[in-house]
């Protein structure tokens, strides 16, 4: 009792300020959790790694808590006492408790921001005080001018229920966008920063409200801008985070915050946005980096990481790092104390750094391919867990393909990654194409010269340049209607006067390096449903051939759109795409139905979002998918944009994704091979069989984990989706080949072995349901060995089966179709339906081969069908349903019997069933006595000859 009365009274007493930093506590803990918080930035604006924060009591409020403050940050050395809270924000508490009847509702109470260690900088809730003049707007805050920002939207605070208080920023629709800026608030490089603020829409359908944060140098340059997420339609009052943000420049001087408010896909011309409670606060600064931008090493031995530290007030504190492997298990951990040195934080130091600040760098050891996280974790004893993330990969070198279809569409050109990183990683992505944009003006000679020397280097690794032709010059749009983003049908369908003129320097340059030229980019379908369209193809064509060098023209276009056939049509290609993205089975279809003899068929695929999918699906879906193309034979498979926060391959900053590998096995195995078919697998994977040069390669996948059991050769290898190769295991003379959800690649198949495997077939695939006699069948297959060959077949059907022979000795010369003829007796209780086979071969050829095929045989046709099913009901009897088909229009009756064990048979009787089917329920007491029993149901047709048998167990 007396120890909690002293800490209810330490409680109430006020901070300690003192002006050194607390010691670091001696140690640390011998396995440090990482967890990763980093969110998702959208394209074109930089991903932040992640900061995660432990829970500590919440900083002290300001005097006034409405208005705007805006403070130099001062280091806080109090050690914290125990949470006070968690960093569930308001909103966020009350969904996890919706019967803590204490809370508020959230309108009604003060939002409290869930970084609770963070130091406040800079909060405005846009009530009086903020507005010293009272004429309604907030001080220091400035509207952005300008044509899409006009100066009729009306701006200002206004008086309506806010979150806590009685006034909140709005930004009221006109068909226009509106954005206000809040006054520069100081910051600085050594630390990260985190934003939260409250926004409310009314009566959106195309419009979104966010925030940004910006920062700027002494010279008003902006450096960096990081965006919240978007709300559009009607939301009440929702938190929006951002960050954390580390500034990557030492040159960062101040910030700005922005309240946005802009169109989509059209402008809204009614509506609302309320924005209120924005509040910035600064982090101690960890940054994680690799010695490449890339993250992608064929050499793991080379990688080393760094992180540095600034802006903590502890000396020599200790790093603790991890690296995780794709399932999230540790491959390896380290500790390293941080090596640097403290200095004060004075206000009017300017730039002078202030803290602690340090940093380390280790070395790890990664043996084997594959996608890997490495994790660096720091923690204080003022309570602060500071953490960061890199993802990367390690592959084996690939080798260049002569050959391929697959290929990236970069819409970022060399963002994010410059081309010499671009010109290192694109020959081990299993590529043959790269498309980027190529439009620039005349005076940028640079820019010409990186084309041309990127275009050059990409041939000499077998990888052929595209040209996008979707985005004229900045300062030509003007004579396109200087709209902020032209369509090719726009801009191609001027007179070639207006349009040659501006591309004629990119084609002086390039037409000796870019044979390919795509108006538009992946996603511009202006040309479907084009007027005359043969003939202005035509006549670009002939424009762009003025230099006299080949050019290969293409378009875009979406898959379901009907292509009019044209018998010698000008374009080369047709970069099919389509919104929402078709499944596999849909691609396959679309692409059946636009003739690849005419026109060259490039497919855009864009990934499943991470937002919605898992990694599983999202990777599964996206191999079946170039699996469906390479199956359909498409000239070209390409991913739209690589570098997507969303759905890429790799992530917005250029570091890798967790889809990178999956796309980087698949078309590494298939590039410039050609589709097989595929073969019946004792298990029965599925599987797809592919040839290149002679070699042979399968993918193989189950709906759940399993393992087949096969002979395809002694030299396998199996490859997961994350490129980690290993030999399967052997059970005597066959391999054991594990297989799941995701695919697997199986390489080093003996090519005879598995053309033997393709062609072996039955002549009677299905016998019909008489039983009691001889039916007379065959074996078919090829000598696939390239020499003559001694075989022996030993056929194995089910026991019951007389098989006259069950042994097959023949001999084939070099390429030899062969037909074995062997006939098949069947009892009187034979099996109806599907029935495994398993074919043992022997062969001697240029040595001796054992190894098996499987194959089925229908016992009776699919025209009429005996199923039974069983369960409890809730009296204890065991319910066996027979359902017996009839597909023809012939009429059928049967006797049917039930067979039970230890109990007098039961009769019933199918009368005239005519292309229909008939139920009946047999009722059997005691049904627990018969669970786990084999039970047998017979149909014998009356006033004919098929006999239909269906065993089965007796299941609950």
């Known amino acids: ?98 019967d803590a009847k204490a809370e508020a509702p959230l309108r009604n109470q003060h939002p409290t921001p869930s970084h609770f260690d963070a130091t406040e900088v800079f909060r405005s ?58 006054p520069p608030i100081p910051v600085r490089s050594q630390f990260s920063y ?32 990081f965006t919240s997420e978007k709300v559009g339609s009607k939301s009440d009052w929702k938190r929006l985070k951002i960050g954390p943000m580390a500034p990557r420049s030492s040159d960062v001087h101040h910030a700005a915050i ?38 992608v090493y064929t050499d793991p031995r080379a990688l080393e990481v760094t992180c540095k530290v600034s802006g903590i007030f502890e000396r020599d504190p200790l790093v603790m790092f991890q690296v995780l492997d794709i399932e999230g298990r540790e491959v390896q951990s380290h500790s390293a104390p941080l090596t640097g040195s403290t200095r004060g934080d004075d206000s009017s ?79 081990q992505m299993g590529i043959n194409w790269v498309k980027l944009p190529m439009w620039v003006s005349d005076a940028e000679t640079r820019r ?98 003025r230099f006299g060098q080949e050019v290969n023209l293409g378009f875009g276009w979406r898959f379901f759109d009907e292509q009019r056939a044209v018998e010698s049509p000008p374009w080369d290609f047709l970069a099919l795409t389509g919104k929402p993205q078709v499944t596999e089975a849909e691609l396959k279809s679309y692409l059946a139905a636009i003739d690849g003899r005419r026109t060259r068929r490039w497919v855009s695929i864009e990934p499943l979002s991470r937002h919605h999918y898992s990694m599983e699906v999202r990777a599964g879906d996206l191999i079946h998918r170039m699996l469906a193309a390479k199956m359909a034979k498409a000239e070209g498979v390409f991913i739209t944009d690589p570098f997507s926060a969303a759905g890429g391959l790799m992530n917005s900053d250029g570091t890798p994704g967790e889809l990178l590998l999956p796309w980087r ?39 759940r984990k399993d393992q087949e059991k096969i002979y395809l050769g002694d030299d396998l290898r199996v490859t997961d989706v994350w490129g980690r190769m290993s030999s399967p295991k052997r059970d005597a003379n066959d391999s054991l080949i594990d297989v799941g959800p995701l695919p697997s690649f199986v390489t080093g198949i003996h090519p005879a072995i598995l053309r033997w495997n393709m062609s072996v077939a039955f002549a009677q695939p299905a016998l019909p349901g008489v039983l009691g006699v001889t039916h007379e069948n065959a074996l078919i297959l090829k000598n696939t060995f390239g020499q003559g060959v001694s075989t022996q077949a030993r056929l194995n059907l089910p026991d ?49 081969y054992v190894f098996s095929v499987y194959r089925h045989m229908d016992l009776g046709e699919n025209d009429i069908t005996l199923r039974a099913s069983t369960q409890l009901n809730d009296r204890g009897e065991l319910e066996v349903e027979q359902l017996v088909t009839n597909n023809t229009s012939q009429t059928v009756s049967f006797k049917c019997f039930l067979f039970i064990p230890d109990r007098r048979r039961l009769m019933t009787q199918v009368i005239e069933l005519t292309n229909d089917r008939d139920r009946k329920i047999y009722r059997l007491q005691n049904g627990r006595e018969l669970i786990g029993k084999t039970l047998w149901l017979r149909a014998e047709e009356m006033g004919g000859n098929r006999t239909l048998n269906q065993r089965f167990l007796a299941e609950e």
């Open 665 to 703: 096995t698949t078309a590494t195995v298939l590039a410039g091979s050609n589709y097989l078919g595929s073969i019946q697998l004792p298990r029965g994977s599925q599987n797809y069989v592919f040839e290149r040069d002679g070699a042979m390669m399968m993918v193989v996948w189950n709906d």
């Open 258 to 295: 922005g309240l946005h408010l802009e169109p989509g896909e059209a402008a809204d011309l009614t509506g609302s946005a309320s924005f209120d409670h924005i509040w910035l606060a600064r982090l101690p600064s960890m940054t994680l980096s690799t010695d490449r931008p890339d993250n």
């Open 125 to 182: 809730s846009f009530e009086d005080e903020g507005d010293s003049d009272f004429d309604g707007w907030p001080d220091g805050w400035t509207r952005k001018r300008g044509p899409a920002y006009p100066w009729y939207l009306e701006i200002g605070m206004h008086h309506e229920a806010a979150i806590d208080g009685q006034q909140a920023l709005r930004i009221k629709l006109n068909g226009a966008s509106g954005a206000v800026l809040s």
């Open 800 to 848: 019951s089966w007389r098989l006259m022979p069950r042994i097959l000795e023949f001999k084939m010369a070099p390429l030899e179709d062969s037909l074995q003829p062997f006939g098949i007796a069947l009892p009187y209780d034979a099996g109806s339906g599907r029935q495994p086979v398993r074919i043992d071969f022997e062969v001697n050829a240029d040595q001796h």
């Open 349 to 427: 130091a300017g730039d002078n750094q202030a803290g602690f600040q340090g940093s380390t760098i280790w070395r790890p050891e990664i043996n084997e391919p594959g996608f890997y996280k490495i994790r660096c974790g720091l923690r204080c004893r003022e309570g602060l867990t500071l953490e960061r993330e890199q993802s990367l990969v390690c592959i084996e070198p690939a080798q260049s393909s002569p050959r391929g279809e697959f290929g990236w569409t970069l819409p970022g050109g060399d963002r994010p990654l410059p081309f010499s990183a671009l010109e290192r990683i694109l020959p």
């Open 1 to 98: 009792m007396k120890r909690l009365l002293i800490l209810l009274i330490l409680a109430t007493l006020p901070a300690a300020s003192t002006e050194t930093a607390a010691p670091l506590l001696p140690g640390g803990p011998a396995n440090l959790s990482l967890k990763s918080e980093a969110g998702d930035q959208e394209p074109g604006v930089r991903s932040q790694d992640s900061v995660t924060s432990s829970d500590v009591a919440p900083p002290k409020e300001p005097q006034s808590e409405k208005g705007i403050s805006v403070e130099t940050p001062e280091p806080s050395t109090q050690v914290p006492s125990l949470p006070v809270g968690n960093e569930l924000g308001a909103e966020e508490s009350i969904k996890k408790n919706p």
């Open 194 to 225: 985190v934003f939260e603020g409250y926004v409310r829409t009314e009566g959106l359908q195309f419009d979104h409200a966010y925030y940004s944060v910006s920062f700027f140098d002494a010279n008003e340059q902006e450096l960096e801008r």
């Open 448 to 545: 010409l010269d990186q084309l041309v020397a990127f275009a050059e280097r990409m041939s000499a690794r077998n990888i052929e340049t595209v040209g996008l032709l979707n985005e004229p010059p900045a300062e030509a749009r003007s004579q396109f209607g200087g709209t902020t983003s032209l369509l090719a049908a726009d801009v191609f369908s001027t007179e070639p006067d207006l349009w040659y003129p501006l591309l004629e320097p990119v084609m002086a340059r390039l037409s000796l390096q870019v044979r390919w030229w795509q108006l538009g980019g992946d996603d511009d379908v202006s040309f479907v449903g084009y007027p005359n369209l043969v003939a202005a193809i035509a006549r670009i064509k002939a424009e762009l051939q």
